[in-house]
């Protein structure tokens, strides 16, 4: 056979694949593993990545449908070594099975989509802990609804990182981004009392969502009442409530709950808000407990980002949840 | 009663209403008028304006909705004088009637309301011209149906001013952006025969697209072609082998037939188009003609805009088609 | 008479009254009232707006003149519902006045202008706060002139947050915007020792400046000091220092306190200021105190603007200080 | 004496003197000479530059009072050399003499100014030609009322190339940059018959302006008419008719006379204005006149641009005009 | 075996292999193919692109070294119909080779492996027209050694579309982007009468360059010139010129061709210069002729680009020049 | 002798000199002078700013080497008195050596000539302290080495605020910017346990390299352990364990260890860094150590940067430093 006349080329887009002479500098894209031409073995995985590339369903335009590419391009610079905590990620055995399909003009097939392949992972490969990068918050409802379709008898808890209660009226907005929770309450896949929201701040609640969460038992802390309390201990918390009284905890992540000094990008991004180094602390200690089965991001446009400083956020959030995950 | 103590300020947001002792410099904000608090007589204007804030609909993502609120900030700086021409568009008596409302995650209720936008409009003041600011290409599709819908006997021809053939297949994307001119075809609102696209450019067409255009008899003009005839020349012949057949030209821009310099806002926007003088050019000469009807203005997205070059373009090529239209 | 034919439109620019149906997610801009055709009740509100867009009278080149809009524009996005305090500032009665007419060439008349616009506000509606939104800082010592015109007899105060001293001498720069304190000062208008200077950072004050700030016996306290002694503390010192010298404490935000990473804005930004969180404990501490009778926002040029960061800080800024008012 | 220890640096800020062993790809910095310690002989020079840096008399807010360090910087990268006429401006000599000095809120004082730097230039080196940096329009009347109170006898001509007549009434505005023309025809410095404007075009200027320019008998050719005849001959028509009648031609080029594409820093910038080949040629073929006296560039906004896209054009003008002159 | 149980998903990177069921709007990513697994047969190509990310060389600080990956993220968005021509690409087969490896710090390595690319192509598959992509103009000296190297006995002409001559002295600059030409003259790769130079314009090029083109025979149209002749008729000049003297003619683009307008992104954009559908139409021109048999385009820094105007300006001038190949 | 005839112009870059009329608001650019005709007397000089514009070598794509010229253009507006810690820098006596001469294509070359300036600078004026301007970290090695050559007897030991080891295999890479720390090792000029590296955080550092700094005993504090311990007690502690051991304490400061908030101009910007406050009180710490005798700042490329916040706080760096060195 001839041989590759070429050794001073680098090959473009080559698929990479876990070799036996990895080398030590590991970068994020060299480790995560993409679907291949023929069917992985799933029970290998610890974890999936999942794109979920939708933001027509959001109330002003958005462009979180980018979110996914650009967190891929993006974590081509991060290395798999955590040196604070002295872990690496490496290993962890990670699998990214790409994107939902996303219909040009209708939003509820789209919806249904985004749930079947919740179902379709919690089917073929139970063991591993769907991380779904979005898009909009809307996807969250389907996400924790495909969950419950897959698994009826698990009680599910959520606990949310955001600058908003998302519990506006979907009989009026349909089953937009400001939504979900409140979905997911009158579908009963969730109780309000197993919701617990962190980091609202701002003038970008309305007082009736605040008498919804208040009726429906939501525990939520305001960022000014985390910041005096310590971020760490309000998770703590918030984690130590849930874990006697549900099956799962699913953490979902709006980066509009940054600063808008330290996440731009998002949509609805506000002064006040959460640091970054915060919220890497949070996802971390939430990726510690075992409970945690499933994490998404959401809401970054990487179209309104300030250089790629949203976006190198959402890398290392997810980067600090896995770190955490590597502890349990 | 009490005098305004306040000689020494600008009152905000006032509505302005046309006065007797009208300024010569008068800005196109000043002369444009709104929508009150009581119905206005819709017998005394010429043209109304209509918002269509829609780009969900949009095959990339799009930020086209938030195009009619770009340009009517724009044309505050533009007045209604045109020296070129030596005609005063204040002459004219036009209507802004605001924006079609949104639904947010229902894109085929929001085209039924387009739709109805017109119909409404020819009910109504059948005598004024409709001018649509949109929004994306797809709600091309719906202000012509609207249009049929209300004058259902009339013959309508499509001067379309385009990038692309707009010719894609709504069976797999739905009533999307890069579908308008296909949909007419194909609900017999517009027959193949009276489409007349010009402008078209690049690596932006399918093959089977041509194929297509050439089997339902579409006539089109490719940016060399017309540029090589001269622009104006071009439209002129358009609008001749129109004129004899039917009752009605509806005049489509989409703002992606500018070349990227001129108009980088377009989604779509690439080298090797309109140079915007020619686009004005184009527009001024339709505007001239008795049976164009209406006009849209589409696929402009104010967030890709280079400073506000394409919005500008676009205002400009709204007051080049109102100058045409002083001279009917 | 005949029925509005549009109900699937909005209407454009709408002028927004308070209606019996007020519903409780009131924007801001729906909250604030314009004036309209007629002269509204003044004693009907509690806080007038004032917009004072004059930016020539700047040391280095500034579009603060766009701060008001721009802050206009923002406020557009932010609820009047603050879930950190559980207060709706929609209990206030809030009529935006507009903007101070401006001369294109002719500083010293705007300057007059900007004055008598607080006399008239002192003297038809007394009893509403005015919060004035700059403009550069120079407008400080005109509004506070204008107050001490129309209340000759008050003892004033001045709570001042700012990297700079702004005791530059107005005999060479002219009534600039490095002058106000020392204009103020000079007029004997204010005594040296009632004004409290909060936020100097930086290598931005040269050194005879601080000696004319100790011989006029102004109070200073460095960003640095006032960290570690919390920012929340040095704000209620100076206020019990003040309430019972004076009658009247005038609160002057420079926008160019911030950290240049939360107000990238303020032409002369720097790094090792404020950051937005302190800044709006700052000023809802001062809102909180009654003879905190006048506010204003300086020397914010939206075109340095990274996004919309600054000027959503600066409308944040006035909400929390509204949020203060509230429970005076 | 010590000798230098540093062959391997280069000094920073060096001033350049023209040397002996002159290298023959000299930057255009490094041709033009700056003042130094002691007087230079006047005598000496071709052409002498001067800064305006003022547009604090600018309708809308601008920055043109950066332009001439931004001219000065991006000439850097410009050498002497003009490839297409075979022409090296190194034959010129030319001095810069710095910018005219600001006074931060006194308007009228600094046009005072810059009216006696041109009295100045006309008595201590009257055969050089004077070639001014703007700044904003407002500066034209200053400097050509400077030149008529150094040479009483002469009948001037003004050769203009703008988008806008700037026959707006100054004593509504003052001595704005929308004025100049009219200043100089009120103060009888120029005869309305002796203004040539060139590349007027768009919504940008009232009707009366033009009833205003033709009752003052104004030659005026819009960008349409001068694309159409030529714009070489459109000058050199312009010239002609000067040429018998006056005895210096002023030259005044404001940037907003081109397209929106190719000056975007313009603070008036719009398309269907003028390319920038088009003002370079134009510019060279007045330069090559002997009539031509002076020039200034104005109305051009650093901030504004794009990259450095518009500063490089005014840097290329000024070339293309010394190109012309080389030719007398 | 078990199925794909992800119907729903799009795979990430998924390598594309030329299928059967190829549809007709192929993308150029799909179309163009990329090095796999296994060797391919280089027979089957008629065009191998590679990828040169070297800007080291560069006089003044460029990332062109970021341009090969631009180019191949731009054209995802490009089709491979040309409606124009009615040429559709996809008859070519084309592959991705890669990029030659970098070394950090040892230009000449790299340089040396650029070369040896060549030289590899040339032996493995000669009769593959290769098109090169850069990296900075450096790259074209050690392309044009590497042909000579592989074909010793051909003569070579040089079609180059540059504002520069690139005539720089090697000795003072090394082997960098200002002295390509001058490089490959002195190494007698080739004869200074065998270089047509199309675009020069500006002062960009000292007069010295201007004496050593002359004294090397070299033939140079400036862009004033070339325009008047039109670019056309230049183009099929030089290569009438050419065809008959040499074997092989390379052509090489560089970037800084172009109008600041058109190609803001090289980092010498300057006005005054090449359109982009005057180069599309160029290079078209020059890639009909059967014996122009190597490509290059460089000096393209996408970190500078607006938007990604000059990066989708040098996809299409790619493709244009294929639009031309496949008339051959 | 003439008279200069132009009272009302300031000249164009006019050399300052030190006079003895000097104001009291010196700024830090008519503070540090600069090398003129004459060779200064370097006995007067406290420190010497040499700038080293070298980038590349830098792994990654970076203008590094506009830095220098970037902080001279930034430091313009910086005062030299420090309101917070009451020191006048004008105590100093600071001179401006210029750059180090840059080869085009040659990066080893120009190693030499940084080294080899380090040398001329500790042999012809050894007492005043040399502050370096990169360029990016590769210039670290040879200004150490040059130290060393100088003072062949000195123990040198390194206090270095970074994100990264920076023991990057230079055997690899050549002397490349992640490599400085491990050439000093490997060539003996440096022990590692001299080395004390604070701040390094994120997933930015291969585990090899963790295992290197342990066998070399370097001393390093993440940048979580720095914030939980306080800043200023790290450096301390560090100052303090150096301080018995070695002659000389190099201090180097890679701009990227900043977060990306506060330093988003560093090519290997990203969240989760240090602050700017606190980077200032670090160095002014050290400055105030006197066995720190020099200092270096390196790795901000301007432009990456949004706005000049990371110039601005390179500048405010270096003069915090200067306030520490003012106190020995």
Redesign the interface.
């Known amino acids: 056979?001839?041989?590759?006349?070429?050794p001073?080329?680098?090959?473009?887009?080559?698929?990479w694949s876990r070799q036996t002479d990895q080398k030590?500098?590991?970068k994020?894209h060299e480790w995560i593993e993409?679907?291949?031409e023929s069917?992985p073995d799933w029970r290998d995985y610890d974890v999936t990545i999942?794109?979920v590339p939708l933001?027509?369903?959001?109330?002003s335009?958005s462009?979180a449908?980018?979110n996914p590419e650009a967190m891929?391009e993006a974590w081509k610079?991060?290395?798999?070594?955590?040196?604070?905590e002295?872990i690496?990620l490496a290993q962890l055995k990670v699998i990214?099975?790409?994107?939902?399909?996303q219909?040009?003009?209708?939003?509820?097939y789209t919806h249904k989509?985004i749930q079947?392949?919740m179902v379709?992972m919690r089917?073929?490969h139970p063991h591993t802990l769907p991380l779904s990068l979005g898009g909009d918050h809307?996807i969250t409802a389907k996400l924790v609804e495909g969950w419950k379709q897959a698994h009826p008898n698990e009680t599910i808890g959520i606990l949310q990182l955001d600058t908003h209660f998302d519990l506006r009226d979907p009989n009026t907005?349909?089953?937009?981004n400001g939504t979900p929770i409140r979905q997911l309450i009158e579908s009963e896949t969730v109780q309000g009392e197993y919701v617990h929201n962190i980091g609202?701040?701002?003038?970008?609640?309305?007082?009736?969502?605040?008498t919804y969460a208040d009726e429906a038992g939501i525990h939520y802390t305001?960022?000014?009442?985390a910041r005096k309390r310590g971020i760490s201990s309000v998770i703590e918390e918030a984690l130590a409530q849930l874990e006697d009284k549900v099956d799962t905890i699913y953490l979902t992540t709006d980066m509009d709950v940054l600063?808008?000094?330290?996440g731009?990008a998002a949509p609805?991004?506000?002064?006040?808000g959460m640091y970054?180094?915060e919220l890497?602390e949070a996802v971390q200690i939430a990726g510690e407990h075992p409970k945690v089965k499933a994490m998404d991001i959401v809401c970054l446009d990487p179209?309104?980002d300030?250089?790629t400083?949203s976006v190198?956020?959402a890398v290392?959030t997810m980067?600090s949840f896995l770190t955490g995950y590597c502890r349990r």
Chains 1, 2, 3, 4, 5, 6 share one sequence.
């Open positions: 056979m001839m041989r590759y006349p070429y001073m080329l680098d090959k473009p887009n080559r698929i030590e500098d590991l994020v993409n679907v291949g069917v999942l794109g933001s027509k369903s959001s109330i335009t462009a449908s980018e891929r610079s991060f290395g798999t070594y955590n040196l604070d002295d690496d990214d099975l790409g994107n939902v399909k219909h040009v003009t209708d939003i509820e989509q079947e392949a379709a089917t073929h809307s907005l349909g089953p937009a609202l701040h701002g003038f970008f609640n309305a007082k009736e969502l605040k305001t960022m000014k009442q600063d808008i000094v330290h731009p609805a991004a506000t002064p006040g970054s180094e890497f179209r309104k300030v250089g400083k190198k956020a290392h980067l």
